[in-house]
């Protein structure tokens, strides 16, 4: 038996201790220390390729809401956001409801739709890329059979975010879906019995009961996605690099371009990385507390 | 006349069978109690009604009609569910009026009998609460306000009071009696609580593996139970159940033990002449063993010498838990007078009228 230190009250507490050190140690390092740094260096002129840095105050701040690219970024960000989250989790949950039961297949199916979620972004945009191809790629061939002549998705202006959005809800699909899957699979099937003897079926029994027992959860992927969304990066990266014109632009890309792309402004894209995180935290407590309004 | 009929109903789960060709008569405005062990399919029995399952033989009748193909919201039933099932998004209010709502009701008319329910079950003041906020008592109230406003033909209860505490299932047991009187309802209760059995059921079914044991009134298991499993499943303390065999001897038949010798009274057994030599179990209730000292005197008792185990005092009656000649373990219930007390050796005395006697072989009851 280990000896236990005096700092501590008891070995309980000793034991916890060392088992949280080695987290503990990670998100010193790697969390908390980059978070204060990036704070820091968000009022100074720091840059990659610069050696010191001088203070600047509130300038990179005021530069930043100036910046017509940071706030179309912030636009296309929300925009990506407002489609991809309510549409994304309405269809898993009506996947979810559909996969509720046991039917011969449904393992299969839910294995199939939760593949995406375990694939990595990189290759399934790669993929996705081909696809959008306006010549060679499946989507305008599938609709061309219909009659329909595709646009050119990804290097159309008006239709490349709208091409970001749809691969990132079927992306997407399978996270939310596991997740009402469980919640689902929680609600007592005394209570099915009680709401199938008061009349209650179908949709009647998913409006009154399934609906309102999963208030929780829809709150959780709620915010859990729209946290996700508002960090889109390596599709935009991958498939169209923010462009054409700017027109998939979105925050953590623009943040990534201001550090990492000439001319290295390292102090700019921290003070731009803590306003998309404000705005972030802003949204999220936001929608947390609708949530919740609504749950009661 | 909403009676239940069910004619040879068979459930199978895989290759477990929970109900086997079941025949059941539940008359109009009868309480029913189903009573068994668990896993005896009392339960499933329930759901079949029900209509949450389907048999797989045979079929039921609710009012004369085949119930076959016909869904649980159109059978006109109301079930009260072990765990309450409340629904916990909604207020009592709400899951008093869900059904009603259900069925499209006029709200005047869901106001009134959520009211007049919620009055008949004393919960009035908790109208606008949401179960969390309900105690056991309280929840178990709501529930069964949920099956009254719906004025069903039938209801059906699975062990509503087992999620009770002692003093409140006693309590709740008389107030089921007294509703089920005042409403008039066709009753099917299921339990395995035998007290519950005895006290609330005007006939009882008695089931084991799937299969009715016995049916009747109570007084009528109690006293004439059909086998030994009847026989040691109603009644508290169980009845004392002792292996032996019949002997002949010059002044008539008695039961032997090995240790224990014990004359049977022809005038409760009949002529045993013929059956010497027989295995059987000998059954007598605690209730029909007392204290020698406080015992009538009489010819058709035995007197039993013992070591007392366990006194339990009840105040109105003692358990003796004691330990005959050659091991035989007696339960007793006698007079709370007795002066027994552990380790000391104590004489009982036992009405032999009241004695049960049963075929090993069969199990069953022997007339």
Known sequence: ?296 | MAEVILKGVTKKFGKTVAVSGLDLEVKDKELLVLVGPSGCGKTTTLRMIAGLDDPDEGEIFIEGKSMKGVEPKDRDIAMVFQNYALYPHMDVYNNMAFGLKMQKMPAAEIEARVKEAAKILGIEDLLERKPKALSGGQKQRVALGRAIVRKPRVFLMDEPLSNLDAKLRVQMRAELSRIHKRIGATIVYVTHDQTEAMTMGERIVLMKDGIIQQQGEPMQLYDDPVNIFVAGFIGSPSMNLIDGKIRNTYDGACFDSGDLTISLPEKRFGSLASRDGLDVVLGIRPEHIEDAEFAPMGADRAVLGATADVVEPMGSETLLYVTAKGGTQVTAKVNPSTKAAFGKPVTLSADLTKAHLFDRATGLAMK
Do not use: C
């Not at chain 1, 230190?5 to 990670?26: D, G, I, R, W």
């Not at chain 1, 990659?48 to 017509?68: A, E, H, R």
């Not at chain 1, 009402?180 to 009154?208: N, V």
């Not at chain 1, 996700?228 to 169209?240: G, L």
């Open chain 1, 1 to 296: 038996m280990a000896r236990t230190l005096k700092v501590f009250k008891n070995e309980q507490h000793s034991t916890a201790f060392f088992a949280l050190l080695p987290s503990f140690a990670v998100f010193l390092v790697f969390t908390l220390y980059p978070l204060l740094y990036s704070l820091s260096i968000s009022f100074t002129d720091a840059g990659l390729l610069k050696q010191g840095s001088t203070f600047i105050g509130l300038s990179n701040y005021v530069k930043l809401f100036k910046d017509p690219t940071f706030w179309k970024a912030m636009l296309n960000t929300l925009i990506y956001t407002v489609a991809v989250v309510p549409v994304a989790n309405a269809l898993s949950f009506m996947l979810a409801l559909a996969l509720n039961r046991k039917l011969a297949l449904t393992p299969i199916y839910r294995t199939a739709f939760f593949m995406p979620v375990v694939a990595s972004t990189a290759s399934v945009a790669t993929v996705w890329f081909l696809f959008y191809d306006p010549f060679y790629g499946g989507f305008n061939a599938l609709m061309a059979k219909i009659g329909i002549s595709g646009p050119a998705w990804l290097s159309d202006p008006s239709w490349a975010l709208a091409g970001i959005i749809i691969m990132a809800i079927w992306k997407n699909l399978g996270y939310s879906m596991v997740i009402y899957l469980a919640g689902l699979q929680d609600i007592p099937k005394d209570i099915y019995d009680a709401a199938a003897l008061d009349g209650a079926y179908g949709q009647r029994l998913t409006r009154y009961i399934t609906i309102p027992l999963m208030g929780r959860i829809f709150s959780f992927t709620m915010i859990i996605s729209t946290i996700r969304s508002f960090q889109v990066f390596s599709q935009v990266r991958i498939m169209t690099g923010g462009g054409p014109t700017n027109s998939t632009l979105v925050a953590v890309y623009y943040i990534y371009r201001q550090a990492f792309e000439s001319p290295y402004r390292l102090g700019y894209a921290s003070a731009a990385a803590w306003v998309v995180f404000l705005v972030l935290g802003i949204l999220a407590v936001l929608e947390a507390r609708t949530m919740r309004r609504i749950e009661q």
